[in-house]
């Protein structure tokens, strides 16, 4: 009996934890692919609240989180190349966040402030 009892509470509780709906909401702005590089760009979507975007560089089974951003336009990837487009200085809301210069050791950074 106890047996079965420690079985049901166990199954109900990972019930609610199910990682295939972690990413119920995210919705991908931008994709893009070179070779076997991918950059994501996408936020986590809400009807009532203003999301940061998140800026991803996956290569094989690695992935780096190159930024977490609330004012970034656009990215292009050219070869060993990123180019990450904001509209002034990067930031997350008010406060100034520093990017990585490289990534994976092949990747370089480059941004820029105009917004295009």
Known sequence: ????????????LLIGCNPIDKDENKSVVK??????VTVEMFNHSSAYTDSPMFLI?????????????????????DKDTLK?????LP??????????????????IVIDTTGE
């Open 31 to 36: 994709l893009e692919r070179y070779k076997d």
């Open 91 to 108: 930031k997350l809301y008010n406060e100034e966040i520093v990017l990585k210069e490289r990534v994976f050791n092949q990747i370089t």
């Open 57 to 77: 560089v996956q290569k094989g089974f690695k992935i780096d989180t190159i930024c977490r951003t609330s004012n970034i336009t656009d990215f292009d990837l």
């Open 84 to 88: 990450l487009s904001f509209y002034g």
């Open 1 to 12: 009996m106890k047996v079965g009892v420690v079985f049901l509470s166990l199954t109900i």
